[in-house]
Every structure is written in structure tokens, then in C-alpha cells.
């Protein structure tokens, strides 16, 4: 019964490292309101897509013009840089801009390009504008990629 136990402990372990914290970093007002944001699979894999999912409270639509900038950034220099059109990114999971206040959660992939750095803590900033320009979220978060 302890080696079960054990067991068990030693997964939950594994499963709460592969968590990644993110934190707000919106300077100011923003148009979603974030409860949970969350990065799978972890670690990023070198050439492979990562999902990023948010929840929240959406207080105005998304629409047509928003980007996703993500920047990661090491010894304060920036290391990866990757800009996406959200409306893109969004229509090919079958949700196309505008995106109604009503939608509660988002999930959007992108492929982690070749040039990120592999085996290094990145300081990662994800960051959506909205089309009108507003910030729409910001989230940030110490990453490590790997060749898988």
C-alpha cells in the first residue's frame, strides 16, 4: 500500500511541476478579464504547436485586426519573438472574429518556431491586441523549450 502511495504522490508531483504559473502583465486596462491561463503541452517542444487556453470574463468582441505577440526574453535580451494574427488563429478552430462576449474560453495554437533556445529559462510574454487596439490580455511566465 506505501509503494501505491508513494507512487501516486510521485505523479502528482510531476503533474503539479508541468504547470506553468502565469502571472498579469497588462500595464493598464484590458478587455478580458483572465481566471486561468494555461500552456500545453510543457514543456514546449522545438518545432511542434503549443495550445494556449484562457478563461475569463470577455467585456468587449474580438474583432477583425487582432494580433498575439509572444516574446520570450533571456538575461533581458529578447530571444524569440513570434506574431500571429489572432482572428487567424481563431477561424482555423472554428471560431471567427468578431468573437462574441459570451465565448468564456479561448484556445489558440501556434507552432514553437526552430529559433527558440532550447534547455534555457525564457521569460515569456503573451500579449493580445485587440483590433480597435485595446489590450485585449497580457500574461507572463518563466519557459523552457526542448527538442522532442
Known amino acids: 500500500m506505501k ?3 508513494a507512487i501516486a504522490a510521485l505523479l502528482v508531483a510531476a503533474v503539479a ?3 506553468v504559473p502565469f502571472t ?3 500595464t493598464g486596462a484590458t478587455d478580458i478579464t483572465i481566471d486561468t491561463f ?3 503541452p510543457y514543456p514546449l517542444c522545438v518545432n511542434k504547436n503549443v495550445c494556449a487556453t ?7 468582441p474580438v474583432i477583425a485586426g487582432a494580433k498575439l505577440s509572444i516574446v520570450g526574453r533571456y538575461l533581458n535580451k529578447i530571444v524569440y519573438t513570434d506574431n500571429q494574427d489572432l482572428c487567424a488563429l481563431m477561424s482555423a478552430q472554428g471560431f471567427p472574429c468578431p468573437i462574441p462576449t459570451t465565448m468564456t474560453s479561448i484556445t489558440a495554437c501556434v507552432l514553437v518556431k ?3 533556445p532550447v534547455g534555457i529559462p525564457v521569460n515569456l510574454q503573451v500579449q493580445a ?3 480597435n487596439g485595446h489590450v485585449l490580455f497580457c ?3 518563466v519557459v523552457q523549450a526542448q527538442n522532442c
Do not use: K, P, V
Request: aromatic share 4%.
Open 139 to 141: 500574461q507572463a511566465a
Open 3 to 5: 509503494f501505491i502511495t
Open 38 to 40: 494555461s500552456i500545453a
Open 54 to 60: 484562457g478563461s475569463g470574463s470577455l467585456s468587449t
Open 129 to 131: 491586441t485587440n483590433g
Open 24 to 26: 498579469n502583465c497588462a
Open 17 to 19: 511541476q508541468a504547470q
Open 114 to 116: 526552430s529559433t527558440a
